[in-house]
């Protein structure tokens, strides 16, 4: 730290990395105060012909820590892979823990984009105003699960909703929102665990009550029941968008 106590400030943090830089040129610094209650976690986004971007995580001691924990996770080497990982396999999951976008504007763009795409794939609802309104319903879920499932809420699992779609497409194609979220929603997520069919806790594990109607049968569902029906593809695009950005609470 500073004389003070202080940490460095933005622009000796820069100095200090491209000294760093010279020794090392992939790399990850913590600057730390002198009291130790706050810390910077730089990590810089080298790529051939671009500019290089500085990545910064900050975390104060007062906060939880959840959300520089779950960008470690991705840091994290088992004493098993230890020997045979190289130096691009430990890049990649720096990208993945620090190259995430903060929620800006321009998520909510993409979002609109996303939702766009997703409706056109809706089968079953017989107008444009139909669909936008369901492709709402179930991003909105969607999202909602995505918070939770980093967590380890579902299943103790942070992927659950990409791993069921992966089990649901060994089974058979286009079947992962009729055979598993329909269920997950409707059965399971809607239900005190006391009252689900034990074939189905085979099937999803155990996610929790979530006593809300977000996952009850919305009034699009009442009406075109087992006519409604989504395909893999754009589920498979929601989730690689989704998984661009981290998912957690604020921790305010």
Request: hydrophobic letters at 35%.
């Amino acid at each position: 730290p500073a004389p003070e106590g202080r940490l460095p400030d933005h622009r000796t943090r820069g100095l200090i990395e491209r000294e760093v830089a010279k020794a090392a040129h992939e790399h990850l610094i913590i600057f730390t105060d002198g009291a130790r209650t706050r810390q910077v976690w730089l990590w810089t986004k080298r790529e051939p012909g671009k500019p290089q971007q500085r990545r910064e995580h900050h975390y104060h001691s007062a906060q939880t820590g959840e959300a520089l924990l779950q960008k470690l996770q991705y840091l994290a080497v088992s004493l098993e892979e230890e020997e045979s990982l190289t130096l691009t396999d430990v890049t990649l999951r720096a990208r993945q823990a620090f190259d995430v976008e903060r929620v800006t504007k321009r998520f909510y763009e993409r979002f609109k984009t996303e939702l766009d795409a997703f409706k056109r794939f809706l089968q079953g609802l017989p107008d444009d105003a139909q669909r936008s309104w369901y492709a709402s319903v179930m991003l909105n879920r969607l999202m909602f699960l995505y918070f939770i499932q980093k967590k380890g809420f579902l299943n103790g699992d942070p992927d659950y909703l990409r791993n069921l779609l992966r089990r649901s497409q060994q089974s058979g194609k286009d079947r992962y929102y009729r055979d598993y979220l329909r269920p997950l929603f409707f059965d399971a997520l809607s239900a005190p665990p006391n009252q689900r069919d034990p074939q189905l806790r085979q099937k999803l594990g155990n996610p929790p009550y979530l006593d809300g109607g977000l996952f009850q049968k919305h009034p699009l569902e009442e009406q075109y029941g087992d006519a409604l029906d989504i395909p893999d593809a754009p589920f498979e695009r929601l989730y690689d968008f989704f998984d661009a950005y981290q998912w957690h609470l604020d921790e305010r």
